[in-house]
């Protein structure tokens, strides 16, 4: 079955506490990324990458890093998590081209 | 620079009656456009889009858009909503002769009641 698969769904952890947020998909796409989701604010690009070891900043890239070292992952890394963090996160593949992105099943992160 | 506005925080509508949500965007480039859906506890899931070509585009579950380029709009639709099309819908673009990021808007939540 075609899909992208992000863990853990849920996690809580505090703030300063290094963390990672993995993400794969098993379509063979290019192009990959990171969003979060926060009420009245929609989805807002993190990061993106456009193919092995090219990556790139989104529309708020600040406090998340990522790497993108196989096609198939792209992880997302939180080096010293804070509150204003919290949110709910959401990877995408899709084909370069112009096919829709597939969508994981998000994460929802708390930072204590 | 490329956005997308959902005027409309939410939609309420009886079950049997037309449903429709709006969505207008502002892209440099042609648009390509996108519906997702999203229940409860769940990722996005892509319901249309509307590359080139015929200006209505039917998707999955009855849902159909219109492709107003003058209006920059592209609204979405369902003749006959059911009580399982509550959920919260975002309209998304993306420039088609530029890179692959998705713009999406803040999302219209849809109550359909019984």
């Known amino acids: 079955e075609a899909q992208v698969t992000q863990n853990p769904r849920y996690l809580i952890t505090v703030t300063g506490k290094k963390l990672t947020v993995t993400c794969s998909q098993n379509?063979?796409?290019?192009?990959m990324s990171w969003y979060r989701q926060d009420p009245g604010l929609g989805l807002r690009q993190i990061y993106y990458?456009?193919?092995?070891?090219?990556?790139d900043k989104g529309d708020v890239p600040e406090g998340y890093k990522v790497s993108r070292k196989e096609k198939r992952n792209f992880p997302l890394i939180l080096e010293s998590p804070s509150p204003n963090q919290t949110s709910l996160y959401f990877c995408a593949s899709s084909r370069t081209g112009s096919t829709e992105a597939f969508f994981g099943q998000g994460t929802r992160l708390t930072v204590v | 620079a490329q956005s997308v506005a959902q005027p409309e925080d939410q939609v309420n509508v009886a079950e049997g009656n037309p449903l429709t949500v709006k969505c207008t965007y502002s892209v440099s480039g042609n648009p390509y456009l996108f519906w997702y859906v999203q229940y409860p506890n769940r990722g996005l899931q892509f319901l249309l889009k509307y590359i080139t070509g015929d200006n209505l585009v039917k998707g999955s579950y009855g849902f159909e858009a219109e492709f107003n380029k003058s209006q920059t709009s592209f609204h979405l639709k369902k003749p006959s909503a059911l009580v399982s099309d509550s959920a919260l819908y975002f309209c998304?673009?993306?420039?088609?002769?530029?890179?692959?990021?998705?713009?999406f808007g803040a999302g219209t939540t849809v109550t359909v009641r019984a």
């Open positions: 379509m063979n796409h290019e192009y």
């Open positions: 990458s456009m193919n092995v070891e090219v990556t």
């Open positions: 998304a673009v993306r420039d088609g002769g530029g890179d692959y990021k998705l713009s």
